[in-house]
């Protein structure tokens, strides 16, 4: 299992620029999210889906979107980048509560990260 | 509003000795508690969880306490090694849900 891959690693953007950060898992999870880390700020939760065609907003949502057309993929967004997008951006995903077999949670598994520069 | 704090951004043991690594929460619906590690240019791997209705679970060197009353848990790591340096996040979240609440993270040095 490859687990969670995120691509690309590294990219630079500048204002106003779009662009769409990849994100993939072969474990085959119901749930996916994506965070952003910021120094000072931990990690915060942009958008999540709990399934293919299900989606709903994080604490920190806006200027991004996301889709869920397969289990696999989660995509996130960038519409019209701004420098206060600058950021480490980390993809996550799990067993939903209602599967799996960890009991009344199930840890997140984490890809690698993309480090987002918007000059 | 930060829900998740920990209020120690860094830390540094001595090898052997413990490190102790704090967390505090404001929201008391919170009702299961996870331990995060990150390396740099790494993702957060998960370390230890704890649900509500436990005060403590220990995994090998691993242990985490949890003091509802005072809404605080702690990440005890015994003996701390070389390979434990790394920034630990806290992260919480309530019933039924998957999404977490993260702290700010503290970065644990272990001096050889």
Same mark, same amino acid.
């Given at each position: ?19 769409? =950060?990849?994100? /993939? ?5 119901? #749930? ?9 700020? +931990?990690? !915060? ?33 960038? =519409?019209?980048? /701004? ?5 480490? #951006? ?9 599967? +799996?077999? !960890? ?17 | ?112």
């Amino acid at each position: 299992n490859a687990g969670v891959t995120q691509t690309p690693k590294f990219q630079v953007l500048k204002t106003g620029q779009s662009m769409t =950060l990849q994100c /993939a898992q072969d474990m085959n999870h119901e #749930y996916m999210s994506w965070y952003r880390q910021d120094p000072g700020m +931990g990690l !915060r939760l942009i958008h999540y889906s709990v399934g293919a065609g299900i989606t709903d907003q994080g604490e920190v949502p806006n200027g991004y979107n996301v889709s869920r057309s397969t289990t696999e993929d989660f995509p996130l967004r960038l =519409l019209s980048a /701004a420098p206060s997008q600058t950021s480490v #951006y980390f993809c996550a995903s799990s067993y939903t509560l209602t599967s +799996g077999s !960890r009991g009344s949670y199930n840890e997140q598994f984490f890809g690698p990260g993309t480090r987002l520069t918007v000059l | 509003d930060q829900q998740v704090k920990q209020n120690s951004p860094s830390l540094s043991v001595q090898e052997g000795r413990i490190s102790i690594l704090n967390c505090d929460y404001t929201n008391s619906m919170f009702d299961y508690f996870l331990w995060y590690k990150k390396y740099p240019a790494e993702g957060p791997t998960f370390l230890i969880s704890i649900s509500s209705i436990k005060d403590k679970n220990e995994d090998g060197r691993f242990t985490v306490f949890l003091n509802k009353s005072a809404k605080h848990l702690s990440l005890h790591i015994v003996p701390s090694q070389p390979g434990d340096s790394a920034v630990y996040f806290c992260a919480a979240t309530g019933p039924g849900a998957n999404n977490l609440f993260f702290g700010t993270g503290t970065r644990l040095t272990v001096i050889p």
